[in-house]
């Protein structure tokens, strides 16, 4: 008996077979490849001069208690998420967009968010705590390089005032204080000093030594009680000082970095063309499959 080709198992799918088919149509692959590749480099090309980005980075500080004793970690701002959305809302991003002459509708899909640091991590698990993080705000879409500069400067400056409420008013309460100190330590300095003057006006005069001492009296008891009253003066504003610079510095939000637009990259181009060609190598196979599927499909007898 003649050798028979061994039967093929029902349901059996051989790799080689797709590939051959797909090879028969080789053309319309290289042409969804190459039509992919044509697109994404015309639109590249014609938006280059005009797509630009900018990134800002914002610290969003370390609040302490009035007393300075102790850390405020569960404040609003320790949720990054709070920050995001705050960013985000549609009355910040108008804002930002009235700065930028941008117009706001547009904006919103071209703008990014992101936290990182600090409370971040605590964060994606729904815990508060651990400080505040890096808010980083990206725009990047098709305008000047000094608008999308501006939209990111705008939206990083509007997050450092939200989160600087509690430090502003921090800040010019010890601010006062140590203005109030100030002026306290430099009237008792006055009040040394006209002594001072007084007692060298009375040792250089002719009186007799009895009368020098009576009137020196009352001018060696201001020296005694300025000199009282600066002591304990001198260390409270030494500390304010101290606390006003930690609010200012450390418990205060304030930019890491500001943003500086820029024009974007050719690597982001070129990535751009080795996915389009993937993507039409992919769509092609596909098309290709699906023609000589169509073509060597049996046809149906006419009637007769």
Do not use: C
Not at 56 to 64: D, W
Not at 269 to 280: C, D, F, H, P
């Amino acid at each position: 008996m003649p050798d028979t080709p061994p039967v093929q198992p029902a349901g059996e799918v051989r790799v080689t077979e797709y590939f051959r088919r797909a090879m028969r149509r080789w053309y319309v692959i290289v042409f969804t490849v190459v039509a992919a590749v044509l697109l994404v480099f015309l639109h590249g090309v014609s938006g280059a001069t005009k797509t630009s980005a900018a990134t800002a980075s914002v610290y969003l500080g370390q609040p302490f208690t009035p007393t300075g004793s102790a850390i405020l970690n569960s404040t609003p701002l320790s949720n990054p998420s709070i920050s995001i959305q705050y960013v985000t809302a549609p009355e910040q991003i108008a804002a930002a967009a009235k700065a930028a002459g941008i117009d706001h509708r547009s904006l919103r899909k071209h703008v990014s968010v992101i936290a990182s640091g600090g409370a971040a991590a605590a964060a994606s698990k729904a815990v508060t705590g651990g400080g505040p993080p890096t808010i980083t705000i990206t725009t990047e879409g098709p305008w000047t390089r000094l608008k999308v500069q501006t939209v990111s400067n705008t939206l990083a400056q509007s997050l450092i005032n939200y989160a600087n409420r509690y430090t502003t008013r921090k800040t010019n309460l010890i601010a006062t204080r140590v203005k109030q100190e100030q002026a306290q330590m430099k009237a008792f300095q006055d009040i040394q000093a006209r002594a001072r003057k007084s007692i060298a006006s009375i040792d250089s005069s002719s009186a007799d030594a009895l009368s020098k001492v009576a009137a020196e009296s009352p001018f060696v008891n201001d020296l005694t009680t300025a000199a009282t009253q600066i002591a304990p003066l001198a260390e409270n504003l030494g500390n304010d000082q101290i606390a006003l610079a930690a609010t200012k510095d450390i418990e205060s939000a304030q930019f890491i970095n500001r943003a500086a637009g820029h024009a974007v990259t050719a690597t982001t181009r070129r990535n751009s063309l080795i996915i389009a060609a993937m993507v039409g190598l992919i769509v092609g196979t596909g098309l290709a499959l699906a023609w000589e599927a169509l073509a060597t499909r049996p046809r149906r007898e006419q009637p007769a």
